[in-house]
């Protein structure tokens, strides 16, 4: 199996260039006429903030530190509220902050329903999500549902009970091949290296698609579905606003045999639900369920999917009785070319026309190399092997190299052009700072299954480096020592106070970007306006266009007001690598 996070396979164009040709200026229009405008009614009053939303992830290990012990914490996210607010960020997703031995950075859970002692409390969270909410920022939580840690109290119980007992059943654990069941039921690898089976040690396996210390859990269950109906009201209950649903497209699994060969399964997107492990047609059973909980509340909690599934079956995890939106991942997998963001354009507008939701856009999140830095990568073949391949070789010589300040310009005219399409934007915390990736980590420091699991990988730590708050200090502002991961010398100059005193900076042009997006784009409207081939220009609001120069020379622009520009123009034409807004009138 490929690791997940590799996203393997061309940007898909469902559209076609012949459908692009005749999609019209006004998308919203038509997924009105197509749905029907009773359907519109029902979803959209409940969603209507979350159809457009802004969305900062926080991975909240690595965001602030309050008490000193090099590891970000639920109060530190609180005393960054007004960071938040000056952001004017409409929401913030936290990656888990639940009792952990960090196998997986935090998900690998030991207790669903509790704060890291590490990170804080209960009672820290219920602060943390009242000064939010008093920011008028909601708060997404991740929910993971797909496996527990090892020390959760269920599997250190499955362990000990035996085989055949309750106890196993909440896991999907098997007996092994050979005389004493010495080995693994079969071949199937997990997605951070190695074999998907860990020895229970009486001749039985349990499955863990991702690390050993992270055991599946049987969604036949009902104890299980029981739990996570717990889960999730507990959260909603306690001021959670919506949910990130974790491997969403991972739970139901057929593990009866015989079992497909591990060959066979190692392309994990299938079109058609036959896969043994991913994207079966039963698990939007389980997100049916959830929703009915989700819409109990008042307004109706929020979900979006993680589902790295094939383009065409996206749309089923985002609609209205299912989770209601899903993370659209093919722009972390474009290039920085027209034709792959008009593709990806393209496809994620269908799938809201598909399925009455909205998408949600992302260049970034904890699992993947940096935009900046994948920008500033020279365009290649196989550069999307170079970014699983983490960076990690950038130092080597053999790796093409960086063009920092060429990712970081490329990387403020993509943020530019997300903010102006329909749909919902997630922004990854450090990406409004213009953050590279860490591509330098001593061995030692790393901390991620990919990368000791594997020699070529480095694994995902590089983009989970701890913020830079200040140009000095122990961790730049993070804490008042040293961070749980080292931050480099270059972090003093994209720290949040350096940026904040620079007119110029990309802090001030996230700030002015999202303080500008709500009167601007009314959130539905797009069209595409003919443009050269390596210009991109579309219409996105009443007057408003965006219009983005992939090309190397300057490009013209159609008369009117620049409101807001990635970098400036010259002689009133638009550079390379450059994104403005543009009032025509
Ligand atoms: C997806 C998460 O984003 C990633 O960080 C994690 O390793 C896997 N799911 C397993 O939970």
């Known amino acids: 199996m490929k690791p997940e996070f590799a996203r393997t396979g061309r940007i898909r164009d469902r559209v076609g260039r012949n459908a692009r040709k005749t999609m ?5 229009r038509r997924v009105t006429s197509t749905l029907g405008q009773d359907h519109l009614a029902s979803t959209e009053a409940a969603t209507d903030l979350w159809r457009t939303a802004v969305v900062y992830q926080i991975y909240p290990r690595s965001f602030a530190d309050s008490n000193g012990d090099g590891i970000g914490d639920l109060p530190g996210i609180t005393s960054r509220v007004p960071y938040l607010r000056s952001l004017a960020v409409d929401a913030v997703w936290l990656s888990p902050f639940y009792p952990s031995a960090l196998a997986d950075g935090g998900y690998d859970i030991d207790d669903h329903r509790q704060v890291d002692p590490r990170l804080g409390s ?3 969270f219920d602060a943390m999500v009242s000064s939010l909410h008093a920011a008028n920022i909601k708060v997404i939580v991740d929910i993971v549902p797909n496996h527990t840690s090892n020390r959760h109290p269920w599997f250190i119980a499955a362990l000990a009970a035996g085989r055949g007992t309750p106890e196993r059943d909440r896991y999907l654990f098997r007996d092994g091949h050979g005389r004493g069941g010495e080995l693994p039921p079969n071949d199937w690898e997990s997605l951070f290296g190695g074999s998907a089976w860990a020895p229970a040690g009486d001749g039985q396996w349990y499955f863990h698609c991702f690390a050993a210390e992270q055991p599946d859990l049987n969604w036949e269950n009902e104890e299980v579905r029981e739990d996570f109906r717990r889960t999730v009201r507990f959260w909603a209950d306690r001021g959670a606003d919506g949910f990130r649903i974790d491997v969403a497209h991972g739970l139901r699994k057929d593990m009866s045999e015989p079992y497909q060969p591990g060959g066979e399964i190692s392309d994990l997107m299938r079109e058609d639900g036959s896969h043994p492990l991913w994207d079966r047609d039963d698990v939007h059973e389980i997100y049916a369920d959830w929703r009915r909980i989700f819409n109990s509340y008042d307004p109706p909690r929020y979900a979006v999917a993680e589902a790295i599934v094939h383009p065409s079956r996206r749309a089923r995890y985002a ?22 963001y008009r593709s990806v354009i393209n496809s994620g507008i269908a799938d809201m026309i598909s399925n009455g939701s909205t998408t949600s856009w992302l260049l970034s999140c904890h699992d993947t190399p940096r935009v900046a830095t994948r920008y500033g990568l020279p365009l290649e073949k196989d550069r999307l092997a170079q970014q699983v391949a983490r960076a990690w070789l950038l130092n080597d010589g053999a790796t093409p190299r960086l063009d920092p ?13 997300l903010l102006a399409l329909p749909g919902s934007t997630y922004i990854y915390q450090g990406d409004e700072l213009g953050l590279h990736e860490v591509a330098d980590l001593p061995r030692e420091a790393l901390e991620d299954p990919m990368a000791s699991r594997s020699t070529k990988e480095k694994g995902r730590d590089g983009c989970r480096v701890p913020l830079p708050w ?49 009167g601007l784009f009314a959130g539905n409207d797009f069209g595409w306006v003919d443009s050269e081939p390596s210009v991109l220009h579309f219409a996105c609001g009443d007057g408003v266009r965006c219009v983005t120069n992939f090309g190397a020379d300057p490009a013209s622009l159609p008369p009117g007001e620049v409101i807001l520009g990635s970098a400036p123009l010259a002689d009133g034409r638009l550079p390379s690598d450059t994104t403005v807004w543009l009032r025509t009138g």
Not at 24 to 28: D, K
Not at 405 to 417: K, P, T, V
Not at 503 to 510: A, D, E, I, Q, V
């Open 470 to 518: 200040s140009s000095d200090g122990p961790s730049y502002g993070f804490g008042a020592q040293a961070a749980h991961l080292p931050q480099p010398d270059w972090f003093s100059a994209y720290a949040v106070s350096v940026q904040e005193a620079d007119p110029r900076s990309t802090l001030n042009l996230y700030r002015r970007a999202l303080a500008l997006r709500g």
């Open 405 to 417: 300040a060429l990712g970081e310009r490329r990387a403020r005219a993509a943020i530019m052009i």
């Open 319 to 340: 609609s209205a009785d299912s989770l209601g939106n899903a993370f659209n991942f093919d722009m972390l997998d474009a290039d920085w070319r027209a034709d792959d």
């Open 24 to 28: 019209g200026m006004r998308h919203t």
């Open 122 to 124: 209960l009672a820290d």
